[in-house]
C-alpha cells in the first residue's frame, strides 16, 4: 500500500478512484485526522502511472472523463457514501464539561416542572431565602439561579452557559467553574434581593460573571489562552444596558447582571495578578 495524496472533498477524491478503476488501477480511500481523506494505491508497481495521473487530476479534477467514469463503475464501487447529519447532542457534549452540562440538565428539569404545573412549588424550593427562617436552607443562595420563567429565558441563559461555561471549564477545569459559579451565584443573589426582592431566577448572573471572568482573563493575561470575541461581550453589554429601560415591559434582573459581571471581572483580577 502506497499513500498517494490527502484530500478534503471525498467526491473530489471517489472521482479520482473511480476513474483510475477504470484503468485497472484499484485505489482505496480512508479518512484522516482534520477532515482529511488518504488515497491509497493498492500494488505499488503503478505508482508512477497513478501519482502521473494524479497531477493531471488535481490540475482539472471538473475534467468530463472523470465524471463518466463514475457513472460507470458506480454500480460495482465498494465504497459507499453517507451523509451523516450532526448529533445534536455530541455537539453539545464536544464543548461542555460534566459541571457545565449538569447545570443545564438540571435547569431544563426545573423548567420541566415549571411547565407541567408546579410554579409555585419550584419556586418554593429554588427562590433566594427571604430571611424569615429559610436562611439556614444554604442551597437557596445558589439554586435560585436555577429557575427559569419562560422558553426563551431557558434558552438565552443555557445558550450562553453552555458557549462560555463550557469555555471556561475545558479550559481551566470544572473546579475552577463551580468556584465562579457559586461566587457569583451568592453576589448577584445578595444584590438583587436587597434591592428589588426574592422575585428573580436565572442563570443570567452567572453568565454575566462567565462574560467578565474571561473578557478580563484576556485583557489581562493574554498568555493564558482564554479570550472571548469582541461582539459577544459588546452584545452582553448592550443588552445589560438595555435591561435598565425594561424593554417591552420585560422584568430584568440588573442588579443580578451588573453584580455578576462584576463578580466575574473581580475574579479575572484575582487569578491574573495575585494568583500567578
Not at 481523506?37 to 493531471?56: D, G, M
Not at 419562560?150 to 471556561?168: A, E, K, P, R
Not at 457559586?182 to 436565572?202: K, M, V
Not at 429601560?245 to 487569578?271: E, I, K, R, T
Request: glycine letters at 8%; charged letters at 10%.
Amino acid at each position: 500500500m502506497h499513500r498517494l495524496a490527502g484530500l478534503n472533498n471525498p467526491r473530489q477524491a471517489q472521482a479520482f478512484i473511480d476513474y483510475m478503476a477504470s484503468r485497472g488501477i484499484a485505489l482505496t480511500l480512508a479518512p484522516e485526522p482534520e477532515g482529511m481523506f488518504a488515497i491509497w494505491l493498492k500494488e505499488s508497481q503503478h505508482l508512477i502511472e497513478a501519482q502521473a495521473e494524479l497531477n493531471l487530476f488535481l490540475a482539472n479534477p471538473q475534467d468530463r472523463k472523470y465524471q463518466a467514469a463514475s457513472w460507470d463503475v458506480a454500480e460495482s464501487r465498494t465504497a459507499k457514501f453517507y451523509y451523516n447529519h450532526p448529533d445534536l447532542l455530541a455537539i453539545i457534549k464536544s464543548k461542555a464539561g460534566p459541571f457545565s452540562l449538569s447545570v443545564m440538565v438540571i435547569s431544563i428539569a426545573v423548567y420541566g416542572l415549571w411547565l407541567f404545573g408546579l410554579q409555585q412549588s419550584v419556586f418554593n424550593l429554588f427562590h433566594f431565602p427571604v430571611m424569615d427562617g429559610d436562611q439556614w436552607q444554604v442551597w437557596r443562595f445558589f439554586s435560585h439561579a436555577l429557575i427559569h420563567f419562560s422558553t426563551l429565558h431557558i434558552l438565552f441563559n443555557c445558550l450562553w452557559w453552555w458557549l462560555l461555561g463550557g469555555q471556561l471549564e475545558r479550559h481551566s477545569g470544572s473546579s475552577k467553574l463551580v468556584q465562579l459559579f457559586l461566587i457569583s451565584a451568592l453576589i448577584s443573589g445578595f444584590a438583587q434581593f436587597w434591592l428589588h426582592g426574592p422575585n428573580f431566577g436565572g442563570l443570567s448572573g452567572v453568565v454575566y460573571a462567565l462574560l467578565g471572568y474571561i473578557w478580563w482573563m484576556g485583557w489581562l493575561a493574554p498568555q493564558r489562552g482564554l479570550s472571548i470575541p469582541k461582539p459577544y461581550v459588546v452584545f452582553m453589554l448592550a443588552w445589560l444596558v438595555l435591561g435598565f429601560a425594561q424593554p417591552l415591559g420585560m422584568s430584568v434582573a440588573n442588579m443580578a447582571h451588573l453584580f455578576g459581571l462584576l463578580s466575574g471581572c473581580g475574579l479575572a483580577l484575582l487569578d491574573a495578578k495575585i494568583r500567578r
